[in-house]
């Protein structure tokens, strides 16, 4: 350890796990938020941690980054025990969080400045405005600018002190897709440039197309784990079924329907998972039929990994 007392990450050595999660607890009075978690990120790896909400990503993500102590646990970050030396682990780690707090009446080039003081470094304003498409809205207020301008801008911050850990957390919220599809070029230019991406979102499609690995996380606890190709194998087996109804479709005519999965009503709109269409077909034909409510169209396809993330987190409630 050098003599300021901080702890360095030496270049010329063993190449580490950017994050290596063991064991992780932490509870708020008699609720378990996260019950021994445990994961690893590698250098040049987006790693997606993905579950419904409550579920415990808030939590684990906080943990990671220093916002919150977990009450068990180890957390190393590029090697280092975010727990013993936590200010050099945390200057390893960039977050781009769903709300950034900035004041309106700050610009780009302030904002910059201000986050790279608090690394204790003189962060140059252009270049990551550049690299963001932000160089002309530099001097704009923030409360001026869109909100894909905003997320931008959020990104921008979170490289201002060159982390080898990113943490993303819903970063395409609310974008348009052509947004979102360069928000998606950024994530792999991260990932090719060594960094170690946490990821979490709620949008199924980004996770396949951009993850090299998924932890599904319910109930605080991880219950799945993988590339998006393995989870998705899990749910080949299951079809996905749409289908139109000559009436509104209430929820509460499925109870008995026991082959029927993840079945979502919109109006006379169902859509659901099943591993035995026979069988869920008669059942819902039944139900329906006993209703006065008769099928107009219904088409069936492969599952996908919503569907197999959906089918890991009902069979974990079971």
Same mark, same amino acid.
């Given at each position: 350890?050098?003599?300021?007392?901080?702890?360095?990450?030496?270049?010329?050595?063993?190449?580490?796990?950017?994050?290596?999660?063991?064991?992780?607890?932490?509870?708020?009075?008699?609720?378990?938020?996260?019950?021994?978690?445990?994961?690893?990120?590698?250098?040049?790896?987006?790693?997606?941690?993905?579950?419904?909400?409550?579920?415990?990503?808030?939590?684990?993500?906080? !943990? =990671?980054?220093?916002? *919150? /102590?977990?009450?068990? $646990?180890?957390?190393? @970050?590029?090697?280092?025990?975010?727990?013993?030396?936590?200010?050099?682990?945390?200057?390893?780690?960039?977050?781009?969080?769903?709300?950034?707090?900035?004041?309106?009446?700050?610009?780009?080039?302030?904002?910059?400045?201000?986050?790279?003081?608090?690394?204790?470094?003189?962060?140059?304003?252009?270049?990551?405005?550049?690299?963001?498409?932000?160089?002309?809205?530099?001097?704009?207020?923030?409360?001026?600018?869109?909100?894909?301008?905003?997320?931008?801008?959020?990104?921008?911050?979170?490289?201002?002190?060159?982390?080898?850990?990113?943490?993303?957390?819903?970063?395409?919220?609310?974008?348009?897709?052509?947004?979102?599809?360069?928000?998606?070029?950024?994530?792999?230019?991260?990932?090719?440039?060594?960094?170690?991406?946490?990821?979490?979102?709620?949008?199924?499609?980004?996770?396949? !197309? =951009?993850?090299?690995? *998924? /932890?599904?996380?319910? $109930?605080?606890?991880? @219950?799945?784990?993988?590339?998006?190709?393995?989870?998705?194998?899990?749910?080949?087996?299951?079809?996905?079924?749409?289908?139109?109804?000559?009436?509104?479709?209430?929820?509460?005519?499925?109870?008995?329907?026991?082959?029927?999965?993840?079945?979502?009503?919109?109006?006379?709109?169902?859509?659901?998972?099943?591993?035995?269409?026979?069988?869920?077909?008669?059942?819902?034909?039944?139900?329906?039929?006993?209703?006065?409510?008769?099928?107009?169209?219904?088409?069936?396809?492969?599952?996908?990994?919503?569907?197999?993330?959906?089918?890991?987190?009902?069979?974990?409630?079971?």
């Amino acid at each position: 350890m050098p003599a300021s007392g901080k702890a360095e990450i030496d270049p010329t050595g063993p190449r580490r796990l950017g994050v290596a999660v063991r064991g992780l607890f932490k509870a708020y009075g008699t609720v378990q938020a996260v019950s021994d978690v445990s994961f690893e990120i590698a250098p040049g790896e987006v790693f997606g941690l993905l579950g419904p909400n409550g579920a415990g990503k808030t939590t684990t993500v906080e !943990s =990671l980054i220093g916002l *919150i /102590a977990a009450d068990a $646990g180890t957390i190393e @970050i590029c090697g280092l025990d975010a727990v013993r030396h936590p200010a050099a682990a945390k200057r390893q780690i960039g977050a781009a969080l769903q709300t950034t707090g900035l004041q309106d009446g700050i610009t780009p080039r302030e904002a910059i400045a201000a986050f790279g003081a608090l690394y204790g470094a003189a962060a140059s304003a252009l270049p990551l405005l550049e690299m963001f498409g932000l160089e002309g809205k530099a001097d704009m207020r923030v409360g001026l600018l869109s909100g894909g301008q905003k997320q931008r801008l959020a990104l921008a911050l979170a490289l201002v002190n060159d982390p080898r850990v990113v943490v993303l957390d819903e970063p395409t919220v609310g974008l348009d897709p052509k947004m979102r599809r360069e928000f998606h070029d950024y994530i792999r230019a991260m990932r090719q440039d060594g960094r170690s991406i946490l990821l979490t979102t709620h949008d199924m499609e980004e996770a396949a !197309s =951009l993850c090299d690995r *998924i /932890a599904v996380i319910d $109930g605080g606890r991880i @219950i799945a784990q993988g590339p998006p190709s393995a989870l998705i194998a899990r749910s080949q087996e299951a079809v996905r079924v749409t289908l139109t109804a000559n009436g509104a479709i209430d929820p509460a005519w499925l109870k008995a329907c026991d082959d029927l999965i993840a079945a979502q009503c919109q109006g006379e709109q169902l859509t659901f998972t099943t591993t035995a269409l026979l069988g869920a077909l008669v059942q819902l034909t039944g139900a329906l039929a006993n209703r006065g409510v008769e099928l107009l169209s219904l088409s069936a396809g492969k599952g996908t990994l919503e569907d197999a993330i959906l089918r890991i987190v009902a069979g974990a409630e079971r």
